[in-house]
């Protein structure tokens, strides 16, 4: 299975700051023949399931905020909230679906500083 | 809008067999893949499996010896059994609807769209 491997486990940012989660898979997920990478970004809230926020790395999910921007390529992507705001607090988990067999990441918890 | 609904027995003894439902209201299970999810605090989310729109199955090999996932287009509902179950199988668990794409003449699963409200289900003697 691929394995993948966020960093940091949990963040704390000030309202209005920038927050950057990593996302390292142990192989590329970068399909060559049609140049996609295949993974996404979720967010998951206390007591609810987690949100699709990003697919195909960098493309967000309709009725997500353009504050949130993945980037990326191969093995190491990026999830980016550019101004944090207090409803963004939240654990984020990145998924590679490059294999039949999807795995997530442990999540980077989001907190407010 | 697509809403999934899930139900299930929540406690179990080892040994036995888990058994959860999803239904799926404002689209249909035959139109799109399907996967079921669980979550623990130790190991954080798990693929188990998935059904595609014509019955196919793909199973994570960890579980697939235990494993059964089925769906019933009359009722627009799909279902997953888990045999044999220990205390390492308690976990919340989900279903969801895929956001698919294809590829090449082929379709596949890919990232999780909607997801069911989740069921925490213990097993414990």
């Known amino acids: 299975d691929i394995v993948m491997t966020q960093s940091p486990d949990s963040l704390a940012v000030s309202l209005g700051e920038r927050a950057t989660i990593n996302c390292k898979s142990s192989q590329s997920i970068l399909y060559n023949s049609n140049n996609k990478n295949y993974l996404a970004w979720y967010q998951q809230k206390p007591g609810q399931p987690p949100k699709l926020l990003i697919y195909w790395a960098f493309t967000r999910e309709s009725g997500v905020p353009d504050r949130f921007s993945g980037s990326g390529s191969g093995t190491d992507f990026t999830l980016t909230i550019s101004s944090l705001r207090a409803e963004d607090v939240a654990v984020y988990y990145c998924?590679?679906?490059?294999?039949?067999?999807?795995?997530f990441g442990q999540g980077t918890k989001l907190e407010i500083k | 809008q697509v809403q999934i609904q899930q139900w299930g027995a929540g406690l179990l003894k080892p040994s036995e067999t888990l058994s959860l439902t999803c239904a799926v209201n404002?689209?249909?299970?035959?139109?799109?893949?399907w996967s079921w999810i669980r979550q623990t605090p130790g190991k954080g989310l798990e693929w188990i499996g998935e059904?595609?729109?014509?019955?196919?199955?793909i199973y994570n090999p960890s579980l697939k010896s235990r494993l059964s996932i089925s769906s019933d287009t009359s009722k627009n509902q799909f279902s997953l059994r888990l045999s044999s179950v220990t205390a390492a199988d308690t976990a919340v668990y989900y279903c969801?609807?895929?956001?698919?794409?294809?590829?090449?003449?082929?379709?596949?699963?890919?990232?999780?769209?909607?997801w069911g409200q989740g069921t925490l289900v213990t097993v414990s003697s």
């Open positions: 998924q590679q679906y490059y294999t039949p067999v999807r795995t």
């Open positions: 059904i595609n729109h014509s019955g196919s199955t």
């Open positions: 969801a609807r895929e956001l698919g794409y294809c590829s090449g003449g082929a379709c596949y699963g890919g990232t999780f769209e909607y």
């Open positions: 404002g689209g249909s299970v035959s139109g799109h893949y």
